[in-house]
């Protein structure tokens, strides 16, 4: 199996690929980006990408759930990973010599807080271990890198400050993608995500959509709204239900739906692993 994930060697996304295909023969594939991981499964470079898509503090990581739509993938796993953010530098800084921090834009944003109280600046990079690269290599004493103990040991830096994110329980969500296959119906799985497409914008569009989920009794696990794109104001809603795609309940959720006349796409089917 060609899997792909968001490199360089030491991100977390590195770890939670590892950790969640431990039992597969995997052939490994590293992107530079979000985008360049989803674009590899749609063009069938690889078999599976696993990608983040949320995240306890910081909330949804929207280029995921852009490029998820754009490249027609379907969902098949979802991974729970914990996440410790750490300040990484070069050998010999000290915690005041530093003066900017830099990291992936959700790092960042889940370490606002020791960021402001330390008054530095920040620059954004692709990932956290592509800015622990970047700080090995300009060998400053005024920079430091927020990421991973692995990029710390992989690229030999110096972890001078532990978990600087704003809460200790840091969860990342990621998901691991594929094209779509029809097997994927056939799975027994406990999660199932839609995008459903208002027929129309009007007052209480949103509520009467959630009330059929509701008086079928269906818990949900997660609901993002994102542009339709077309027109402003217009929005599109990712909704994640703790059911089944094979459940009977599932299948009138989409049925009813789809007769109030509102676009149904089913994204995923899986189950949720916590590492």
């Known amino acids: 199996m060609r899997v792909t994930y968001l490199g360089p060697q030491g991100s977390f996304s590195e770890e ?41 503090i910081e909330g949804t990581i929207n280029i995921t759930v852009d490029g998820l739509l754009t490249n027609n993938l379907f969902i098949t796993g979802e991974v729970i ?44 990079f692709d990932s956290t271990s592509s800015a622990a690269q970047a700080v090995k290599k300009q060998g400053r004493k005024d920079i430091a890198a927020i990421a991973s ?35 994927d119906f056939k799975q027994n799985n406990n999660k199932t995500m839609m995008l459903i497409t208002p027929c129309e914008d009007r007052s209480g569009v949103l509520s009467s959509i959630l009330n059929v989920f509701t008086a079928l009794a269906i818990n949900l696990t997660w609901i993002e709204s994102r542009p339709t794109k077309k027109k402003l104001g217009t929005y ?33 089917s899986y189950n949720t692993t916590i590492l």
Not at 23 to 47: F, G, P, Q, S
Not at 87 to 114: H, M, Y
Not at 178 to 183: I, L, T, Y
Request: aromatic letters at 8%; proline letters at 3%.
């Open 16 to 56: 939670a690929a590892f950790q969640y295909f431990i039992t597969e023969n995997v052939e490994w594939h590293m992107c530079d980006t979000i985008l360049e991981v989803l674009e590899a499964v749609a063009e069938h470079k690889a078999d599976k990408g696993i990608v983040p898509i949320e995240n306890s």
């Open 81 to 124: 990973f914990p996440v410790s953010l750490n300040l990484l530098v070069s050998e010999g800084t000290l915690l005041n010599d530093i003066r900017e921090v830099w990291s992936i834009p959700p790092a960042l944003a889940q370490c606002k807080e020791f960021i402001r109280a330390s008054k530095v600046k920040c620059q954004q």
């Open 149 to 183: 103990e692995a990029a710390a040991r992989f690229f030999d830096l110096n972890i001078i400050k532990r978990g600087i994110q704003d809460n200790s329980e840091n969860h990342t969500r990621f998901i691991v993608v594929g094209n779509r296959n029809r097997d």
């Open 236 to 268: 599109r809603f990712f909704i994640e239900a703790e059911i089944g795609i094979n459940d009977i309940q599932i299948s009138k959720v989409i049925t009813i739906l789809k007769a109030f006349g509102h676009e149904v796409n089913v994204l995923g």
